[in-house]
């Protein structure tokens, strides 16, 4: 009996993949070997704020496909272009930088994408006897989806992949894998840093759910062994994370010089036309001075990137990081705490303090 071929849905979304971003490889599984196909538009992705389940409808047009079937059609692509990446060590305005980046015509912009997330996870058990993925296996998918993330429209110039937090620690892979590739890696120091994250309604449970990887990889960085997370108040869990990412951080400036450049958004706020003329001019697209004479007038540095539909201006981005100071200045102080501690033991945590002026 001949073998099944893919359904018509299936069969009609894998022929247009090599052509358009128009079909989209949204999630990614590893245990079942098959990728998630939906279709979007330009329209679409300039909405999404995110491309996890968020950006999916009841009308969302799409189907499960093998990763072989995926792999043999991304092998066909014609609509390559090249292919950058923000990082950042959280909340510190890598969307709102993506939305500006939108706004030159020239780059599609890949919002958080979910098999990004799916790769880092999948990275770190490599070589271990849990993974399911050998180092060759691990590589061959991760060229897939940089061929299909390298996808775009016919203005488009180049594709800008917007990575999660803690999906910065696959900035080196993918920066070995694709040797053009560029990429800023977005930050604050430290005090800022603890300011906006506990002034989040959410800030406590998004800080536990992400600390136990986190606490994995500082771990490995430093060497020496840390105090339990169990042990730490809100604000150190705070501090934890901004130096995990910081960490990160180094790694691509140090690994990949003058292809990685670490930006402050504080700074950036303070210098929206010359900064976004540093990021423009590093991802390699032409000069727009009429763009950038204008910038300051963006309706995005009026609004929240995540969520557009509410107002959110300097202005009061000010205002909340001062509120979040009075009301958290007890957890900032303990997390700023910590962080000395942890500079006075480890020489590494010490530069890292120093170098971004926390």
């Known amino acids: 009996m001949m073998p099944e071929g893919p359904r ?13 971003p128009d079909v989209y490889p949204q999630k990614l599984d590893f245990v079942r070997e098959m990728a998630l196909l939906v ?33 043999e059609a991304a092998r066909r ?15 510190v305005g890598s969307t709102l930088v993506s939305r500006l ?8 912009s890949l919002r958080e994408p979910m098999p990004l997330r799916t790769f880092a996870n999948a990275r770190d058990v490599l070589g271990k006897p849990d993974s399911l993925l050998s180092q060759a296996e691990f590589d061959a998918a991760l060229d897939v989806f940089i061929r299909l993330w390298s996808r775009g429209y ?21 920066l070995r894998r694709q040797q053009n590739a560029r990429a800023i890696y977005l930050n604050l120091q430290a005090e800022p840093f603890l300011a906006a994250l506990l002034g989040g309604a959410n800030s406590a ?23 339990p997370l169990h042990q730490l108040s809100i604000g150190e869990v705070a501090a934890l994370s901004w130096l995990t990412e910081s960490f990160n951080q180094r790694e691509a400036v140090k690994g990949f010089p003058g292809r990685v450049v670490a930006l402050d958004f504080d700074r950036f706020l303070s210098a929206v036309p010359a900064t976004m003329a540093q990021i423009i001019a590093h991802f390699g697209l032409p000069h727009d001075a009429r763009f950038l004479e204008t910038i300051e007038q963006s309706p995005a540095l009026t609004r929240y990137a995540k969520a557009p539909e509410h107002a959110y201006s300097r202005q009061l981005r000010a205002q909340v990081m001062a509120d979040s100071r009075q009301r958290n200045g007890e957890e900032i102080a303990k997390g700023m705490a910590w962080l000395e501690r942890a500079a006075r033991a480890n020489a590494a945590v010490d530069e890292i303090l120093r170098s971004t002026g926390a």
């Not at 679409?44 to 072989?68: C, E, H, I, N, Q």
């Not at 692509?77 to 909340?91: A, S, W």
């Not at 980046?101 to 599609?108: I, Q, R, S």
């Open 8 to 20: 018509p849905i299936a069969a009609e979304l894998l022929t247009r993949l090599p052509n358009s």
């Open 154 to 174: 016919e203005p488009t110039r180049c594709v800008v992949v917007k990575a999660t937090s803690s999906a910065g620690r696959m900035a080196a892979p993918l």
């Open 205 to 227: 449970q998004d800080l536990r759910g992400h600390s136990p990887e986190r606490m994995r990889r500082l771990q490995s960085f430093v060497g020496e062994p840390l105090t």
């Open 101 to 108: 980046l939108d706004e030159t015509g020239l780059v599609l």
């Open 39 to 71: 279709q979007l538009n330009a329209a679409a992705y300039r909405t999404a704020s995110f491309l996890d389940d968020r950006v999916l409808t009841p009308t969302t047009k799409g189907t499960w496909v093998s990763a072989g079937l995926i792999a």
């Open 77 to 91: 692509v014609q609509c390559g272009r090249p292919l950058n990446f923000i990082f950042h060590t959280g909340h």
